[in-house]
């Protein structure tokens, strides 16, 4: 049987070979507690953590103990933005955020409107870009935190980080980014470019589901968060519960390896998305969703016009790619990011995103290519 060609790679990522390679002794003869201080086991589970810790702070530029590992970035989202409100609401309850965020931001800040906080969603242009204006005339005196994602899952937009974090360290307000989906793909440095609280996932690169990382900054000035998560103490009082080594090995790994290939995986991926597009724009009734903007190298949000996306996916056969976002398709609506991007609510229903990873070949995208044309083809035929 023909493989089915993956284009989902924002969805998730496969396991590495080295990355599950370097996990897998985790499981077995070195299972050991990370918090078991009184024997062998323990020290080589504890002596592995330390070094994945090093390998994550090494990629993003802060030191191992300013990381503390969650499940992933929905669980260091909800710390990060639970954590800095629980300490800080008595300084202020404004929160800023973007409308095209990823759910696990938006529905945490929809959390905490029912506890009081005032939170205001910034608008997009039609790229998907903030306007720093307005996120300048949205600051206060009781702004305590300001979260924007790196890049967009959906269209792969790439915000002005730096600038944002200008902003916002004008106004000693905190400033967390989502960095899912640019962790691993462009470089990151906390430090030039001004973030104070980071979540990053593995499965988003190259490593296993169910375990990812806060980076909480503790120089300059220091971001106080309560932990959500009580019962050990574990990551410096941060996120209790027993480590997950095995994960913490892998996300480690697959953060070394990323600082390692980013360059040419950039170059590589880069040439086959702007294959895609080149061949796809020579067809009618075809939109690239931001092209003008900055984005991700990896993704493509591409809406066929008069077409909906159900329907072309269904002529698709051995072609995995998203209609939205993974992570937003259990409630079946409209995407928010293209809603918030002013597109018409018909050609939202006409887009499909294609990511492209590390093991996307040329001859993958032709076949995509010439099978998306079949498809087109037959779908205009039945209009
Ligand atoms: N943020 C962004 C931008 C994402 O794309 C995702 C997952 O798709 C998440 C957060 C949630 O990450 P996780 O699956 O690690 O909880």
């Given amino acids: ?21 370097a996990m897998l002794p985790y499981f077995s003869e070195n299972f050991g507690n990370a918090s078991s201080r009184t024997h062998t086991y323990g020290w080589l589970a504890n002596d592995a953590v330390k070094n994945g810790r090093e390998q994550v702070a090494e990629l993003i530029n802060c030191t191992p103990q300013e990381i503390a590992f969650t ?53 997009v242009d039609h790229n998907g870009l903030i306007d720093l204006k307005q996120l300048e005339e949205s600051l206060k005196t009781e702004t305590i935190l300001v979260a924007v994602m790196y890049a967009n899952n959906e269209t792969g937009v790439v915000q002005p980080i730096s600038k944002i974090a200008e902003f916002v360290h004008s106004n000693k307000s905190i400033f967390l980014c989502d960095a899912t989906q640019a962790i691993g793909k462009v470089p990151i440095d906390v430090q030039t ?7 990053i996932s593995a499965h988003k690169m190259y490593g296993p589901k169910g375990v990812g990382a806060l980076y909480v900054r503790r120089r300059g000035p220091r971001v106080n968060l309560l932990p959500q998560i009580t019962g050990g103490g574990h990551e410096r009082g941060l996120r209790s519960g027993t480590l997950n080594v095995a994960g913490i090995v ?33 067809l009618d ?12 190298f990896n ?85």
Wanted: aromatic share 4%; net charge neutral.
């Fill in 1 to 21: 049987m023909k493989k089915t060609i993956y284009l989902d790679y924002n969805a998730t990522t496969p396991v590495d070979k080295s990355v599950l390679e």
């Fill in 71 to 123: 499940s992933g970035s929905t669980e260091a989202i909800n710390l990060a933005i639970k954590g800095v409100w629980d300490i800080y609401k008595k300084k202020g309850q404004h929160i800023i955020t973007v409308k095209t965020e990823h759910k696990a931001v938006l529905d945490t800040c929809k959390a905490l409107e029912a506890q009081g906080a005032e939170i205001t969603y910034l608008d």
């Fill in 193 to 199: 470019e001004g973030i104070d609280l980071m979540c």
């Fill in 250 to 282: 892998a996300l480690g790994k697959a953060c070394e390896i990323a600082q390692h290939d980013m360059a040419k995986d950039e170059q590589r991926i880069n040439t086959l998305r702007e294959l895609l597009e080149f061949e796809l724009l020579k």
């Fill in 285 to 296: 009734d075809i939109v690239i969703n931001s092209k003008n903007a900055k984005r991700l």
């Fill in 299 to 383: 993704t493509t949000s591409i809406t066929f016009k008069g077409l909906r996306s159900e329907k072309i996916i269904a002529k698709l056969i051995g072609i995995a790619v998203a209609m939205g976002s993974a992570c937003t398709a259990a409630t079946d609506e409209p995407s928010h990011v293209l809603k918030a991007m002013n597109i018409p609510e018909a050609d939202i229903s006409s887009t499909l995103r294609f990511s492209l990873g590390k093991l996307t070949t040329e001859e993958e995208i032709r076949t995509t290519v010439e099978t998306l044309k079949k498809a087109l083809n037959s779908l205009k035929k039945d209009i």
